[in-house]
């Protein structure tokens, strides 16, 4: 593990009960599988003004974020969220969705980097 | 309190969070988890009937109240916990009216409130489940079949008529000579009944002294009369919603008959010492050794609370009117006395058979059960011979018999004329008693080896 400033944090996942290096490589495998591909998703689907997609995407990554404690983005996804679903503020959701995806690919390079993956 | 392992599947299409709420879950070993990542999958499990779900809100494949339906419908006992990323109390409260049993939000404490949320409903799991499995001990242990046993045609008059009286809520009458087993057949009658989830109450009313009785049945306040140091419930709220059982309802004061008959017509009581009256709701099974009409006759018993009472009668025949049950049931007493004293295995020799077939068991069940108890524990080997068999012979005059020297065609014939004699000569319930045909009756009559007297021509029952 490095020392320099990371746009993720570990210490909600080792905060839980028997969290050791193992669980936390098996989280980290599993957001590297799943969660930079939904980013761009969530790019192409406020492209495609396809509302209801972006949704259900800014809903989903929301718990990641947290969790990751990935807090740059924490706001913009709440905001994408709330936006998306009441079909308000629309066109402030594409900038915010590229803030969102440049910093889920930047966690997750810095994860790679870490963990040597 | 010993808790039995849960099974949780986890219903979730991150699978970030799944793999968190996984390893979180695991850490309890007697948590079996299992994990789903759509809908689809879940539904095709849903049968396993899992104590728990923790079910995603949002899932790709379906809409969170529809899924949590489903279960509710496939798995009515399965605990859904509905885990959001949305804290919206409107759907929260839908969801509670739809029947889930928690709602989570995704946060930092997640983890926490569902492992309280879970430590929570297993205690409630463990407590159903244990519920449960002593409803069903319950409810085999008075599964007609096993209550009495016994192949006999007026045993199984009995069975269809205790099936009528459970399936229905008809005030029941049982009657039979002491020691039949009329407390077995209430208790079977309530727990067959939809009135089993409630109590069954007994009360020997010929066991409580007449000046107690109205206490006992009513209940009393504090104070009502010397030495009612507190309130009390009487046995009537004591069985509401179940059944109250009266056993040797003959033996009730005249008094108390009227009392007993008010609270029949009115369906509510008032405790000793009170004016205040409490509705009940309570079915009644009644007992008794005596003819309660005779009694009605000798004005011992209130007319009104005969016809009252009287509702389905159950009579239950006496052991020498059972033919071969006699063997039955002695067998059942015997694995059951041997299993209960870790004794090996037991049986009857064939002198032991004939012995109990010849015996008229005046103390019905009862007799027998402590006669072939103490048979068991005289008899050293696996096999009951017929001196461990010691009846009171004081008891047994009905019929003698020499039978030691006579053959099987001259027993047979023996045990035939004994049932004969004792039964007013009625050829065709002897022949179902004794499990023989009428005509093999008529034939030994015919071959002077049995005799339909003493006024043959007006004692032949043949119907």
Redesign the interface.
Known sequence: MTNKPRAYSLK??YE????DDG?IL??IN??L???PASTNELVNACAKEDWDTVY?IA??L???V??LNIELIKEDVRFIENAAKTKTNLEQIASKAKIVNNTIQQAAAEMKEDFNL | MKQDPISIFIVEDDAVYSAVLGHFLSLNPDFHVKKFNTAKNFLSAVYEKPDIVTLDYSMPDTNGDLLLMQVKELSPDTKVIIISGQEDIKVAVELFKKGADDYIVKDGDTQERLWLSIRNMRENISLKKEVSSLQQEVAKKYNFQKAMIGNSHTLKQVFSLMEKAASTNITVTVTGETGTGKDLVAKAIHFNSDRKKFPFVPVNVAAIPRELLESELFGHEKGAFTGANAKRIGKFEEANNGTLFLDEIGEMDINMQAKLLRVLQEQEISRVGSNELIKINVRIIVATHRNLLDQVKKGKFREDLFYRLLGLTVHLPPLRERGSDIILVAKHFIDEFCRENNFSKKHLSGDAKKKLMLHSFPGNIRELKSVVELASVMCDTEEIMEEHIQINSQANNHFRSASDSLTLKQFTAQLIQHCLDTNNYDVLKVASQLDVGKSTIYRMVNNNELKLQKNADNKLHDK
């Open positions: 909600q996942l839980m009960e028997n969290a669980f098996t989280v599993i957001f599988e799943y969660v259900f809903h989903k929301k718990a990641n947290n969790l």
